[in-house]
Each structure stands twice: as C-alpha cells, then as structure tokens.
C-alpha cells in the first residue's frame, strides 16, 4: 500500500491556486491507488508549531541522559520523522511568501531535520536518510521567476525546497509553478489547466 503526504499552506483558502492544483493531485493518485492512504495536513489551518527551545537542548543530550521532559518535548519532531519515513510520496504545496515558502512550511521541515534520524555527519560529510521517496512540489507565485526573469535568483521557494529535501537524501523532486499569478492573472487559466495535465502526467508515471 502507497502512502502520500499532502502538506497545504496557503492562506487564500478554496481560491488558492496551490490548494486547487494539489487538491487535483490527491485526487488523481487516489484513483491511481485506491487503497493508497493520505496524510492530510493542513499546516496554515493546524500549524506544527515552531521548534521549541526545550526540543532543541534535549537533542544535544545524549539519548540515555533524555528525562521524561526531554522525550516529551522532542515527541513533535520524531512524530513528523515517523510520519515522513512512512510515505512514499510527498507532495508539497507552496504559496511564494516573501520569496520562500510560507513559514509553516518552514517550520514543518524544521521538524523533519533530525540529526541521527534524517541526516548525520560522517567521515565523508553529511548524510541524508530519507531515501525512496518522491516529492512534489506545487508553488504559486505571484510575480514571475522563470529563468529568464529578472527576479528568478529572488526565488527561494523552490530552490531552497530541494536544497533541503535533497539534503535529507530527498533528490527525486517534480516541481510545478504558477508565474505571475498576480500580475499576469490572464496566463493564470492557462497555467492552471498546463499544470492539471501535467499532475495527471505525473501521477500516472508513479
Ligand atoms: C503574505 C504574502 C506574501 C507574499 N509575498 C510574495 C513574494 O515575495 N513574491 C511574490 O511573487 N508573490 C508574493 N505574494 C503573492 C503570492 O505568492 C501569490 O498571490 C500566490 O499566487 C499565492 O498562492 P495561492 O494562490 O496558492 O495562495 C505574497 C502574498 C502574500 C499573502
């Protein structure tokens, strides 16, 4: 049985261009795995929080010296880490909030990067963990960031996704991009519909 992860996070509710297209993704991969199981999070309705200073100091104690405390501040991260490491497929969407993601995108995978459970340092550098899964990333952005703009090196959305994700060993990423979604509102029709055939491209490639 497949597992997908579906993380939203716009704060634009039904008209968000992000939700509509990973809303068309969930759809799609259910009727491609009908027993598939989805985690639904919606992170801008249910946000997980931001790391807490208690988390962060029990990670630097070694495990046997860990107190009750400790394990309990810690449980979000291992929660997120044991949620991650269960799925095969994450699909990410994206709003662009000055020029990245919005922050409880942020604060998700500042909950996923665990050291000695996603990531560690060895002799030859870091290693990521989290390895067999593919990701897919729907951002929408309302200027435009395509290669040839002027503004594509201010894109830290998708860029610093994969940077991240490939870092915990997440290399296998799609991604997909409205541009201009507030200046050029009449491509967005035709960007979405693009986007719709790509998603069904996509899914029944998996
Ligand atoms: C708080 C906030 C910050 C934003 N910052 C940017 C930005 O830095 N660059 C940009 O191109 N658009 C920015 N936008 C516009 C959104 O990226 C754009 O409206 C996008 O299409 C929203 O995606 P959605 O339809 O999925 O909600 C911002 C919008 C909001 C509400």
Request: a negative charge; charged letters at 20%.
């Amino acid at each position: 049985m497949k597992t997908l992860i579906h993380l939203d996070s716009s704060l634009r509710g039904e008209e968000s261009n992000s939700r509509i297209l990973s809303s068309a993704f969930a759809k799609s991969w259910q009727s491609k795995f009908p027993d598939g199981k989805i985690i639904y999070r919606d992170l801008a309705k249910n946000p997980i929080g931001h790391l807490t200073s208690e988390a962060v100091q029990a990670s630097y104690k070694p495990v046997e010296q860990r107190t009750p405390a400790d394990i309990a501040a810690l449980k979000p991260l291992h929660d997120a880490v044991d949620e991650l490491m269960s799925a095969d497929h994450i699909l990410i969407a994206a709003p662009m909030y000055n020029f990245t993601v919005p922050s409880s995108i942020k604060a998700w995978v500042d909950h996923i990067v665990v050291d000695g459970r996603t990531f560690s340092f060895g002799a030859n550098g870091p290693e990521g963990y989290v390895k067999g899964k593919k990701v897919f990333i729907i951002s929408s952005h309302g200027g435009s960031y395509t290669p040839d703009s002027p503004w594509a090196a201010m894109n830290m959305l998708t860029p610093w996704l994969r940077n991240i994700l490939g870092f915990l060993g997440m290399t296998d990423v799609e991604s997909i991009s409205i541009e201009g979604a507030d200046f050029a509102k009449d491509q967005v029709a035709q960007q979405m519909n693009a986007s719709r055939e790509k998603i069904t491209q996509l899914v029944a490639e998996l």
